[in-house]
Each structure stands twice: as C-alpha cells, then as structure tokens.
C-alpha cells in the first residue's frame, strides 16, 4: 500500500497558512531561470554530475520545499544544504511555480529503483511518476545540469537523423 503525503498553502492577507499532513512537501517554488541567470559557478558544479542520472538508491532527508525547474524537474529540498533533483517519466502539465505538491513518500525515505513513487499536483489531484531521484549541491547546480543534459539530448537527437545530402 503506497503511502500518500499531501500539503497545502492557503494564502490570506500577510498570513500564509499552511494546512499539511506528517511528512507533506510544500513551499512557494522558485521561477525557472534562464540561461543566463544560471551561476557561472553553477554551471561548473553541473559539469561534476554525469549526463545520465543516477538510478542508486537514494535517502532523501527532512523534505519541506521545493522548486520547480521545468515540467520534468523539480528540485525537493532537505533543510538549507540538501538538495534532491527529481526527474520525472514524461512531462507534468500541471507542475508549475507555486502550485501544491505532495509525494508518495515521506519527508524522509529511502528509495529504492526501480521507482514506483510519485509526486501529485494541482486539482483535481494529477499524479506524475517519478524516473530518477539524485542529491545535488543546490538549485542552481540542479538547473544548469538540467540544460547540459537537455542540451546533450539535443545533441544526440541531431545525431541520429540522416544526414540530407
């Protein structure tokens, strides 16, 4: 039986409430950047990762935020210094920045591959299966290793065309 974590943010006057269940992932998510707002330091940290995630297994510690980074990532933060890029099966129509979001686990679990977890956002409630769970140093690593790895794939998609001569 999977368990199911859900959070909710209300937001009224200068008071924001949060309504969350034990173990619920939930914090106003930072907007995508831009290439050019990535941190050129970032951009180095993301060369230290390897284009294909890991698929170890992974303890996620101590989840109370997160941020999105496209429709296929979203990074779970474990307190101020971990940090936990997910990359999900297929793209998320309904994840977007300050939307509620809830996972499939805890807010600290171990997850073992081949994952059966999954984030759920919106409403009505959409579930998005989860791919690849990896510790990152931070958000900012997080997003520039995800443009390498979408630019690696781009890459290798132009490859594989036949050539039109």
Known sequence: MTRLTFARLTFAG?????LAAAGAVALMAAPA?????????????AEAYPLEPATDRIRV???????VIDREHLVLNGGARRHYLVTLRHPCPE??????????????????PPLVEYIHV???EMRCSIHTVEEIDSVETARA??????AAEEAADGDDTPSQR
């Open 95 to 112: 994840l977007r920045t300050g939307i509620q979001i809830g996972t499939s686990f805890g807010d600290t679990a171990t997850l073992y």
């Open 33 to 45: 950047a831009t290439a050019q707002d990535i941190d050129p330091e970032a951009v180095a940290a």
């Open 145 to 150: 290793l995800v443009q390498r790895r979408n």
């Open 122 to 124: 919106g409403e009505p």
């Open 61 to 67: 510690v101590n989840i109370n935020g997160y941020s």
């Open 14 to 18: 200068t008071a924001a409430p949060l």
